[in-house]
């Protein structure tokens, strides 16, 4: 073990944090004391934790956040190598059952300071309006209890901040502003889409993205490596890593890196106290006056359940029963083909173009729900899993298949799963390293999510056609994302935490990730996320102000 | 399939700009691998070494891929991928038992080790574990698809795809940081991109691949 490994010892410590933008290089980080009552402890520190960490301190509070990754610094730390990468997921051992298990870990589970925003592919969409209120004008799913309005505010400060790369129009929706800076040119996949949206007649787009199409700061432009799935080892892109946490701890944020959060301690009077953690080989326990959980859609549910005690004995926040149900993925099927030309679709981001015209268009469906579909990129692991596990390709015909990567070509939507409380998380009787007991999880297509395959699948396969793909066959069985298991809502009985985040049963208990979108449209949801966590930090300054946190 | 990449070798751009000093490290380490035999029993190990060789084939005229070296590796830690499906035991006990079972299949079928059969006879036994049709007793409550699909087959091609030989033999760009990539158009590519034998330039692609860095 290497004294700076910065999986084995925490880096950020002793007044200091790693400045991920220098090899080797620090900032100044404020320390507090385990027994200073700080104003906020988070746990997590991805799209939702460390988006409202900065947020929060930035607003004046005393802020720590805790995280059970290594603090990474990108340039020094990464590797052009997806096994070797595989370090930024979350690869604790968890149970996956229902019909239709998931495969948790790789591209839905994230282990890092900045969390899955380290490794995720960096598309940033905002939702449709109207799945605000999905029950009341669309029939499906659960209202939310927040205003799209509102949250077109929320959704521009996040594209401002992470410095989005978009077109100067986009097709769908309301008007938004102009993206921070130019989109990006397109590689040959993404021309491939947008060659097939034109002759089946949609709308299509360059995709809006979370990587710099020009300098910013100390960190230059994507140079193309086409390596974003498994961590950006120029800082070109734009995580929770390198945009709002830097900016936390200049406002003052502490940040606790390999520091596993194990259990909510709440007093007699029913209030959270603090949180007991496991860092450095030992448990400790940090005193807070209030508790946010933003450990994505398993961790949070987890914790939750994990911390059960005397006043709650079903877990916290947990008196509608809901903690951990309603976890929602998205459908992430796939269409493939063959080119003549060479694509070479390793270069570059994966997802340049987009069309979400399915998410806008209800006509024609015989299913509830939106999907978009986007260009793809997949490097040698990932695609080969896919003809293994998908095509049932192995032996030489599976080597020859590979060896025409080059030529391959394909579209991928990431679909709309309605939320239903069979699709859930729960706790196992098997325990990790830690001794705490570890997630089962439990997922179901329904026929709803068949429909939209069905129908995707043979949309993305004519938009292949029309381009000329040959040999063309379809993924059935991917999925991207977690969300649901801590539901946001206006009743205490039907929901986990209110509009800001505020769990019914705890008052000073909150929640701020993944887990509290009562749906998750036909979009990728980091936007979202981070959106929710701006609008959080707003009420609770807000709350603040009044008295009333 | 004739190779489709003559010359190219992924390696050969180690020392440029699209490798940075982490991905040097992390790749010299895995070639230096070698096949650990602390680790399951003999058998075990043969019976593993015929399923890889059947399932992703060497490539023709490179060096070879150590997929065993780096599978048994992942055996070694017994850690996880972030899940485990709810019918399989944890990772080495799950290899453990699945590779008797694979050998009890073999002898039950054949009457001889699965190292030892010939390799259209193993392909077949291979076949039916994937379809979930087995006859011998000893998968127990092990079900042959589910840890063909869930543990074997995805451990074994994801070993054999993390080596430069299979990058080179795909015609893969592989390492890229921090150089990356300018041409990202169809049918461009950079200097330090593989050449394909048959794409009609006119200089023959074995002597553009050389090149290639």
């Not at chain 1, 070509?409 to 069979?422: A, I, S, T, W, Y």
């Not at chain 1, 800001?500 to 979202?528: A, E, K, M, Q």
């Not at chain 2, 190779?3 to 000093?21: E, H, Q």
């Not at chain 2, 390799?119 to 049709?133: V, W």
């Amino acid at each position: 073990m290497s004294a700076d490994d910065p999986q084995q010892v925490p880096r950020a410590k002793g007044g200091r944090a790693p400045d991920v933008f220098e090899p080797g290089g620090w900032v100044p980080m404020r320390s507090h004391s385990q027994d200073e009552e700080v104003d906020f402890v988070i746990v997590g520190t991805g799209a939702g934790g460390g988006t409202l960490a900065c947020k929060l301190a930035e607003d004046g509070f005393s802020v720590v956040a805790f995280d059970a990754g290594p603090y990474w610094r990108p340039l020094e730390d990464f590797a052009s190598d997806e096994h070797h990468q595989s370090k930024l997921y979350w690869t604790d051992e968890r149970i996956t059952a229902g019909a239709n298990p998931i495969k948790l870990g790789a591209n839905n589970s994230g282990r890092s300071v900045g969390g899955s925003t380290v490794h995720y592919a960096m598309v940033a969409l905002r939702f449709r309006p109207e799945w605000f209120k999905a029950r009341t004008r669309l029939g499906y799913g659960a209202d939310w209890p927040i205003d799209w309005q509102e949250m077109w505010k929320y959704y521009t400060e996040v594209e401002q901040a992470l410095t989005i790369s978009g077109p100067i129009n986009y097709p769908w929706g309301p008007r938004r502003p102009r993206y921070p800076y130019r989109a990006h040119p397109l590689n040959e996949a993404a021309k491939l889409l947008a060659r097939g949206a034109e002759a089946l007649g949609i709308d299509w787009t360059e995709t809006p993205i979370a990587t710099l199409s020009a300098p910013k700061g100390k960190a230059h432009r994507c140079v193309y490596r086409g390596f974003c799935v498994t961590g950006c080892s120029t800082n070109a892109k734009q995580s929770v890593l390198n945009t709002w946490l830097p900016r936390a701890l200049t406002a003052g944020a502490e940040i606790r890196d390999l520091a596993m959060v194990g259990r909510i301690e709440v007093d007699k009077a029913g209030r959270a106290t603090g949180v007991h953690y496991h860092r450095e080989g030992a448990w400790h326990f940090q005193k807070a006056r209030n508790v946010v959980v933003a450990g994505y859609a398993i961790e949070t549910p987890r914790l939750l359940l994990n911390s059960a005690c005397e006043q709650f004995p079903d877990g916290l926040a947990n008196s509608s029963g809901l903690v951990g149900k309603n976890l929602m993925v998205q459908l992430n099927q796939a269409a493939w083909g063959q080119m003549k030309e060479e694509v070479r679709s390793y270069k570059a981001p994966p997802s340049l173009t987009i069309s979400e015209h399915w998410n806008y268009e209800d006509r024609g469906k015989d299913y509830f729900g939106g999907w978009a579909y986007m260009s793809q990129g997949p490097l040698p692991i990932t695609w080969v899993k896919e003809l293994a596990g998908q095509r049932g390709l192995w032996g030489q015909r599976l080597i020859d298949e590979m060896a025409r990567s080059n030529h391959n070509v394909g579209l991928k939507m990431v679909g709309e799963v309605l939320p239903d409380e069979r699709n859930r998380v729960t706790l196992a009787e098997e325990t990790d390293r830690f001794g705490l007991p570890i997630a089962k999880v439990e997922f179901s297509y329904s026929d709803n999510d068949r429909a939209m395959m069905k129908h995707a699948l043979s949309f993305m396969d004519d938009s292949l056609a029309a381009v000329g793909a040959t040999e063309r066959w379809k993924e059935w069985d991917d999925t991207c994302h977690l969300n649901g298991t801590a539901r946001m809502g206006d009743d205490p009985k039907t929901s986990v935490v209110n509009a800001d985040g505020r769990s019914w049963d705890i008052p000073n208990l909150w929640v701020c990730d993944g887990s509290v979108f009562p749906t998750v449209g036909g979009v990728n949801p980091s936007l979202t996320i981070q959106a929710i966590a701006c609008r959080t930090a707003d009420r609770i300054k807000a709350l603040s102000a009044r008295g009333e946190l | 399939m004739a190779n489709r990449f003559p010359g190219y070798d992924v390696l050969a751009k180690r020392d440029t700009l699209s490798w940075n000093d982490k991905t040097r490290e992390v790749i010299a380490e895995r070639l230096a691998m070698s096949e650990r035999s602390d680790l399951l029993s003999d058998r075990q190990r043969a019976t593993l070494r015929t399923a890889i060789d059947r399932i992703v084939p060497q490539p023709e005229g490179r060096a070879p891929v150590n997929a065993l070296a780096l599978l048994l590796a992942k055996i070694a830690d017994d850690g996880s991928d972030g899940h485990r499906h709810h019918q399989l035991p944890g990772l080495r006990a799950c290899y453990e038992r699945g590779l008797d079972a694979i050998e009890e299949e073999a002898k039950a079928r054949h009457g001889t080790s699965f190292h030892l059969l010939d390799g259209s006879q193993a392909d077949l036994l291979l076949s039916a574990i994937e379809r979930g049709d087995v006859c011998s007793n000893a998968w127990g409550d092990l079900p042959p698809a589910i840890f063909w699909g869930w543990r074997l087959l995805p451990d074994i091609v994801s070993s054999y795809y993390a080596h430069p030989s299979a990058w080179s033999a795909m015609g893969f760009g592989g390492p890229a940081s921090p150089r990356g990539y300018v041409r990202i158009e169809g049918d461009r590519r950079d200097p330090w991109e593989a050449v394909e034998a048959d794409d009609g330039t006119l200089i023959p692609a074995a002597r553009q691949n050389k090149h290639v860095g």
